[in-house]
């Protein structure tokens, strides 16, 4: 049940005037990974480790490829301001709406509670999931998840907030997730291997 590491393959860098190492480790579960050293002194300095993750018909699979410290370094700076926004959609819709989202739904079935959150049946989670989930938690808690980022478009569709402040800031975070998304694919096409 050992993890297996195969002897370093040595990779000819970005420069051209150097080397890095690839060395592939796996177990007997069929789990597989890699990891990369940069061996040439000018490129350990201008080009860091780019990590990405593709799904193909179900199976998830890392890359990796030099990247530029620079994009790396937007990339980075990107990622942290679409996180400050949706953790400031998230306080906000809370303090906004939540009053006015559990008296919506106060005194209403659980079954026309999930008919509204999911319209019925057409977004997750199915009846039986949902009443799985209440069961488990509360009715209160499931209400409550509904306040996390990826969720709020529910809210504002309930609650018929569709000309709000709610709204168009879960819009200016989905143009933050398209631009982040377009940079990470322009890092994909622009990397070296």
Same mark, same amino acid.
């Given at each position: 049940?050992?993890?297996?590491?195969?002897?370093?393959?040595?990779?000819?860098?970005?420069?051209?005037?150097?080397?890095?190492?690839?060395?592939?480790?796996?177990?007997?579960?069929?789990?597989?990974?890699?990891?990369?050293?940069?061996?040439?002194?000018?490129?350990?300095?201008?080009?860091?480790?780019?990590?990405?993750?593709?799904?193909?018909?179900?199976?998830?699979?890392?890359?990796?490829?030099? @990247? %530029? $410290?620079?994009? &790396? /370094?937007?990339?980075?700076?990107?990622?942290? #301001? *679409?996180?400050?926004?949706? =953790? !400031?959609?998230?306080?906000?819709?809370?303090?906004?709406?939540?009053?006015?989202?559990?008296?919506?739904?106060?005194?209403?079935?659980?079954?026309?509670?999930?008919?509204?959150?999911?319209?019925?049946?057409?977004?997750?989670?199915?009846?039986?999931?949902?009443?799985?989930?209440?069961?488990?938690?509360?009715?209160?808690?499931?209400?409550?998840?509904?306040?996390?980022?990826?969720?709020?478009?529910?809210?504002?569709?309930?609650?018929? @907030? %569709? $000309?709000?402040? &709610? /709204?168009?800031?879960?819009?200016?975070?989905? #143009? *933050?997730?398209?631009?982040? =998304? !377009?940079?990470?694919?322009?890092?994909?096409?622009?990397?070296?291997?």
């Amino acid at each position: 049940m050992s993890w297996e590491e195969s002897p370093p393959i040595e990779r000819i860098c970005p420069c051209g005037n150097g080397h890095y190492l690839v060395i592939s480790r796996s177990d007997d579960w069929g789990r597989f990974e890699e990891r990369w050293e940069m061996q040439c002194r000018s490129c350990s300095v201008e080009y860091g480790l780019y990590a990405y993750d593709s799904n193909r018909k179900g199976l998830a699979t890392m890359h990796y490829s030099w @990247l %530029s $410290r620079v994009v &790396l /370094q937007e990339l980075s700076i990107a990622a942290t #301001e *679409l996180a400050q926004s949706k =953790e !400031a959609l998230s306080v906000y819709a809370r303090t906004e709406f939540v009053e006015r989202w559990n008296r919506h739904f106060n005194g209403k079935t659980k079954k026309n509670v999930w008919r509204e959150l999911t319209e019925d049946g057409k977004h997750y989670p199915s009846l039986p999931t949902f009443y799985a989930h209440v069961r488990h938690s509360t009715m209160q808690r499931e209400l409550d998840r509904y306040f996390e980022w990826h969720t709020l478009p529910t809210v504002a569709r309930v609650l018929e @907030l %569709s $000309r709000s402040e &709610l /709204q168009s800031r879960i819009e200016h975070i989905q #143009e *933050l997730e398209r631009l982040l =998304e !377009a940079k990470h694919s322009h890092a994909r096409q622009n990397s070296v291997t």
